[in-house]
């Protein structure tokens, strides 16, 4: 055969493709959960092409197979025209999520985003000390990781519709927190720090702040990062809430405000389950009967 293919050949698809306009430099999305949906709502319109596509091909290899120059010539140039529309479809879905993620999700926009996700959904959703509260879940956003942490659960579905509804979830199971087993801790770790100051002030009442407890509890490097100062707050309002307050050995357990007390690195203030600010500074146990 001793015809040459012109610029509209098979062979020369690529030389003919003009490339399609983007966007290079990254952008500010209006909102993650708006990118997100305009990707899954074109995701599926690319998906429904490609079938398209798919079947041209199986036409041009039919046509080639019988050797109908004709239609074969025909459904080269469909098939040409098909693949360069899915290919700058796919650009523009792509660009989408052409903007700097890590300092979306460090900075306040997201917080904001999911503050706002929530309202609309119906869920209470409280931000305080770097960490996002929905009673009784604490969340907190792992920006260099593209994630999240959902009570110490690591969460890498960001979407904020999503996460919502994740925290929903958590929110209907059964609580974990055992307010005996807190605190029975509780108790032991302020025994030996009031002992420590005299044998003599065990079961005597005395007001040892809450926070001395805790950097007992955490004595070790891995035990703070594990058990932070906002999942200890929690814990302490949770067993206050529970209205547990009698050790197996016979104490009574009273939380102390921080009336006076002025310094707020001293201090535990937690989101309570309506909203409003709660503030500890100590615990004492007195002897019963």
Same mark, same amino acid.
């Given at each position: 055969?001793?015809?040459?293919?012109?610029?509209?050949?098979?062979?020369?698809?690529?030389?003919?493709?003009?490339?399609?306009?983007?966007?290079?430099?990254?952008?500010?999305?209006?909102?993650?959960?708006?990118?997100?949906?305009?990707?899954?709502?074109?995701?599926?319109?690319?998906?429904?092409?490609?079938?398209?596509?798919?079947?041209?091909?199986?036409?041009?290899?039919?046509?080639?197979?019988?050797?109908?120059?004709?239609?074969?010539?025909?459904?080269?140039?469909?098939?040409?025209?098909?693949? @360069?529309? =899915?290919?700058?479809?796919?650009?523009?879905?792509?660009? +989408?999520?052409? #903007?700097?993620?890590?300092? /979306? &999700?460090?900075?306040?926009?997201?917080?904001?985003?999911?503050?706002?996700?929530?309202?609309?959904?119906?869920?209470?959703?409280?931000?305080?000390?770097?960490?996002?509260?929905?009673?009784?879940?604490?969340?907190?956003?792992?920006?260099?990781?593209?994630?999240?942490?959902?009570?110490?659960?690591?969460?890498?579905?960001?979407?904020?519709?999503?996460?919502?509804?994740?925290?929903?979830?958590?929110?209907?199971?059964?609580?974990?927190?055992?307010?005996?087993?807190?605190?029975?801790?509780?108790?032991?770790?302020?025994?030996?720090?009031?002992?420590?100051?005299?044998?003599?002030?065990?079961?005597?009442?005395?007001?040892?702040?809450?926070?001395?407890?805790?950097?007992? @509890?955490? =004595?070790?490097?891995?035990?703070?990062?594990?058990?932070? +100062?906002?999942? #200890?707050?929690?814990?302490? /309002? &949770?067993?206050?809430?529970?209205?547990?307050?009698?050790?197996?050995?016979?104490?009574?357990?009273?939380?102390?405000?921080?009336?006076?007390?002025?310094?707020?690195?001293?201090?535990?203030?937690?989101?309570?389950?309506?909203?409003?600010?709660?503030?500890?500074?100590?615990?004492?146990?007195?002897?019963?009967?």
């Amino acid at each position: 055969m001793s015809e040459s293919y012109d610029s509209e050949s098979a062979s020369g698809v690529l030389e003919a493709v003009e490339p399609c306009s983007s966007t290079s430099e990254p952008s500010k999305p209006e909102s993650l959960e708006q990118a997100l949906a305009g990707i899954e709502a074109e995701a599926g319109d690319l998906v429904k092409t490609t079938k398209q596509v798919m079947a041209s091909f199986k036409k041009i290899k039919d046509a080639a197979k019988v050797g109908d120059l004709v239609k074969l010539r025909k459904l080269l140039d469909e098939g040409k025209s098909a693949t @360069l529309a =899915l290919g700058c479809d796919f650009l523009k879905t792509q660009e +989408r999520l052409n #903007f700097d993620e890590a300092n /979306y &999700l460090a900075g306040k926009d997201f917080r904001q985003e999911l503050l706002e996700t929530a309202q609309h959904m119906g869920v209470n959703l409280y931000e305080h000390d770097g960490y996002l509260f929905s009673y009784p879940v604490l969340l907190k956003i792992l920006h260099k990781e593209r994630a999240v942490s959902i009570d110490r659960i690591r969460e890498s579905r960001l979407r904020p519709s999503v996460l919502v509804n994740r925290l929903k979830e958590v929110q209907n199971k059964p609580l974990r927190f055992k307010p005996q087993t807190f605190l029975e801790m509780l108790y032991t770790a302020y025994s030996l720090v009031v002992a420590g100051r005299g044998k003599h002030l065990v079961g005597k009442g005395t007001v040892i702040p809450l926070l001395e407890l805790y950097q007992l @509890l955490t =004595l070790l490097p891995w035990q703070a990062s594990e058990y932070n +100062r906002q999942e #200890f707050g929690r814990d302490v /309002y &949770l067993l206050d809430k529970s209205g547990t307050i009698s050790t197996k050995n016979g104490h009574r357990a009273n939380f102390h405000a921080s009336t006076g007390v002025r310094d707020v690195s001293k201090t535990l203030t937690v989101i309570a389950q309506g909203g409003r600010e709660k503030t500890y500074y100590g615990i004492s146990f007195v002897k019963t009967g």
